[in-house]
């Protein structure tokens, strides 16, 4: 006789156990990688099924990628905690679920205040067929005309409004911590005949624009 096809049932959430967390669709979770020396995967779940009895839970999930893992590699400007939203979906158990954690925008992950084990920050989609990125391009700053990587220290130009990472203009990262205002060499000559008229400026500043020129 044919065996039927056992059928699933689609749970609206489930505890993994051995974390004691409810998760559910739309949740964004760390796997367990069948490699323990690798780093947790990065998924969301899209749906919970199990089999009849309840039992034998499975999640339909959709990866994220590291750079790392992708086509191209990691990049200067991809963060530590950057992940690519793909397109590969999987079933794995349920049970293999490390833990939850938060995939944040760009711009959220760029406004914590602290950034923990399990915030992750999301720009790209990924194809992970073709290593394709979505958007494929992005702004670009400084003279190295990077991506900004939320990690590194940028100032702002107060004349044009780029971004500089300090050792493109030849500042270590406490010099820069240390400026009051700050003008690029293209907006230097202007800026300082401003800071010059406004009272508001300190002697500090012009120093500061000062030592930037006589570094050239
Ligand atoms: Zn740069
Ligand atoms: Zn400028």
Not at 18 to 38: A, E, F, Q
Not at 48 to 67: L, T
Not at 201 to 208: L, V
Request: some cysteine; glycine content about 6%; charged content about 30%.
């Amino acid at each position: 006789m044919a065996k039927a096809k056992a059928p699933k049932r689609t749970l609206e959430s489930y505890t993994v156990k051995s974390i004691n967390k409810t998760v559910k669709p739309g949740d964004c979770v760390l796997m367990r990688p069948g490699d323990p020396s690798k780093p947790s995967y990065v998924a969301k779940i899209e749906r919970i099924e199990s089999d009849a009895r309840g039992a034998n839970v499975k999640a339909h999930v959709r990866w994220y990628y590291r750079p790392e893992e992708s086509i191209g590699g990691r990049r200067q400007f991809h963060g530590s905690k950057e992940v690519f939203f793909s397109d590969h979906s999987d079933i794995q158990s349920a049970d293999t679920i490390e833990g939850k954690c938060t995939v944040h925008s760009f711009k959220s992950y760029t406004k914590l205040d602290s950034v923990g084990n399990d915030d992750f920050f999301c720009r790209f989609e990924y194809n992970s067929s073709t290593g394709a990125f979505n958007p494929d391009r992005v702004a670009v700053y400084c003279k190295c005309e990077m991506p900004y990587n939320p990690d590194d220290l940028m100032v702002q130009c107060e004349g044009c409004s780029d971004w500089f990472h300090p050792a493109c203009i030849n500042m270590t990262v406490e010099e820069a911590k240390r400026l009051d205002h700050f003008f690029c060499e293209t907006c230097s000559t202007e800026g300082q005949k401003n800071l010059q008229n406004s009272h508001a400026a300190t002697r500090h500043s012009e120093t500061k624009v000062d030592t930037k020129r006589r570094r050239r």
